[in-house]
């Protein structure tokens, strides 16, 4: 059974994945900063549901967030162990 990896990919993916986290972060930040507007002078049943909903919605967005980092993480540490299961494998094959 053969294995192959292509960590020039795995890289990209990397790359791709933590700049996703920067956009998604300015996003959310955008969209936290116009619901904060919003709120302001705002009151009633309709706020306090539009202002658990907004609290619903960061508390998911935080979960992708997260989710999203971990998976970076996950890679980035495959990259890593790949990468040095190569080196010992051709210094095996050198010696």
């Known amino acids: ?5 292509n960590l020039a ?7 791709r994945m933590g700049g996703f986290e920067g956009f ?4 959310i930040e955008a969209f936290d900063i116009a619901i904060s507007k919003l709120q302001t002078g705002w009151d009633g049943d309709a706020a306090t549901a539009q202002a658990t909903a907004h ?12 989710g999203v980092e971990d998976m970076r993480l996950a890679a980035q540490a495959a ?11 051709v210094a095996m094959w050198r010696s």
Do not use: G, P
């Open 1 to 5: 059974m053969s294995h192959s990896v």
């Open 9 to 15: 990919l795995l890289d990209s993916v990397i790359a």
């Open 24 to 27: 998604f972060d300015e996003q």
């Open 55 to 66: 609290r619903r919605l960061m508390a998911a967005a935080k979960e992708i967030r997260d």
């Open 79 to 89: 990259h890593s162990n790949y990468t040095e299961a190569i080196a010992a494998n």
